[in-house]
């Protein structure tokens, strides 16, 4: 990421200039300061969350960022993890990289990684939006959330929403989908020309990445096979699921050992799945195991940002050669904001291919209940906040 700053004229808006460790100065055009959000102070469990009417209001530092009128929010079990501290030196490191900062600068933070909105204001060099353009987007996590009446984000973040979605609905999708298009098709190679016929495993099926994987591989005419709990059997069928194979019934890798070995496993679930999961690939096929589950920003909490780093790369690089031996091909997937990828997404809800997947929705009044939801776990399909209800107002 790139952290030169820009300067920017512009003939509609004053040029401020801020003595800050932050930024130099703003061009955003809005005068208001404040804003309604949900913030943490400090690290902790859900007692520590707060509203307030006094949040700052985001500006437009870039001249390729826009501010969007957030009105609806879609939680992940990432915001739990942010908010108990998970990821906080790893993603302090990506905010301040030179450390200029003090420390607990980030707060007070907004949650909330997925968006769907209005835009509000555009920076000069943004082309491919208007105000009053319909949005979706994926947060990164080391930027401001959703939580919140507004928040600002690169247009290369940003894709205009799916016509045939609600902004409820189209709340629900970005960041579980951009994590599934990472880790399919940037990290494991696919992609709808050359997934035809292919037999791809995923698992930990029934949760937000798993259901959004099922129906873009179904979409793109691969064989899905999926490992989740007899409950959810009946649910990830209707999205398509060709094989599904029940981890309460027994041991899950016993039964998927007698199947037909796979061109890719999408691993959701992490723990010993890396001992047994490799052996259900076909050798010498290109065959690959992507795992979302690393233990990458954990080694940086515990051993630091360098020896973290190196530790990481040290067991990536390990594990790799240790299984190419084998003839397959071990991989870490991560999450990638990306608005061209949602551009392609939005093609495919708007076909029908995909449809959102939202198991509850919450007023902005019951973020806390909606956080404590997703502390819960074994969620089938995604939290949903609904933060405003129109844009009429911009």
């Known amino acids: 990421m790139s952290y030169l700053r820009h300067l920017v004229f512009s003939s509609n808006t004053s040029l401020c ?20 959000a949900w913030v943490i102070d400090k690290y902790g469990s859900n007692e520590v969350l707060r509203f307030t009417r006094n949040a700052s209001f985001p500006v437009i530092n870039y001249p390729n960022e826009v501010i969007v009128k957030v009105l609806s929010a879609g939680l992940n079990p990432l915001d739990v ?24 600068s980030e707060f007070p933070l907004i949650l909330g990684r997925d968006v769907s909105g209005v835009i509000m204001e555009c920076g000069l060099d943004v082309k491919h939006f208007r105000e009053r353009d319909e949005v979706w987007a994926a947060i990164p996590p080391w930027k401001q959330g959703s939580l919140a009446e507004f928040v600002v984000l690169s247009a290369n973040e940003v894709s205009h929403k799916p016509k045939s979605l609600s902004h409820t609905e189209a709340a629900g999708v970005p ?6 298009w990472s880790a399919l098709v940037n990290t494991g190679g696919l992609n709808k020309d050359n997934c035809a016929k292919k037999r791809v495993l995923i698992l930990g099926g029934s949760g937000g990445v798993g259901t959004f994987a099922i129906q ?13 709990s007899h409950n959810a059997e009946r649910f990830v069928r209707g999205l398509g699921a060709d ?31 890396e001992r047994w999961g490799l052996n259900l690939l076909k050798p010498w096929c290109g065959a690959k195991f992507v ?35 084998k003839g397959v091909h071990y991989r870490w997937g991560f999450f990638a904001p990306s608005g061209p990828a949602l551009d392609e997404i939005r093609e495919m809800v708007d076909a029908g291919q995909i449809r959102a997947v939202v198991e509850e929705t919450f007023s902005f009044s ?9 502390e819960n776990g074994h969620a089938r399909g995604k939290t949903v906040v609904q933060i405003s209800k129109g844009g009429e107002d911009l």
């Open 175 to 180: 960041y579980v989908a951009t994590t599934a």
């Open 291 to 325: 795992t979302l589950i690393t233990p990458f920003l954990q080694n940086i909490e515990s051993l630091g940002i360098a020896d973290g780093m190196m530790q990481s790369a040290a067991t990536v690089g390990t594990k790799t050669l240790k299984h190419l031996v």
């Open 366 to 374: 019951q973020v806390p209940q909606a956080l404590k939801k997703m």
């Open 243 to 273: 094989h599904v194979v029940d981890y309460t019934a027994g041991p899950v890798e016993e039964a998927l050992s007698s199947l037909e070995k796979f061109d890719l496993i999408l691993d959701n679930v992490g723990g010993d799945t």
């Open 216 to 228: 873009m591989l179904k979409a793109w005419g691969a064989h899905v096979t999926v490992t989740c």
């Open 81 to 104: 993890s942010m908010r108990d501290g998970y990821g906080a030196a790893a993603l302090s490191m990506k905010r301040d990289p030179l450390h200029i900062k003090q420390l607990g």
């Open 17 to 36: 200039w801020h003595v800050s460790q932050t930024r130099m100065f703003s061009v955003t055009k809005s005068s208001r300061t404040i804003m309604p």
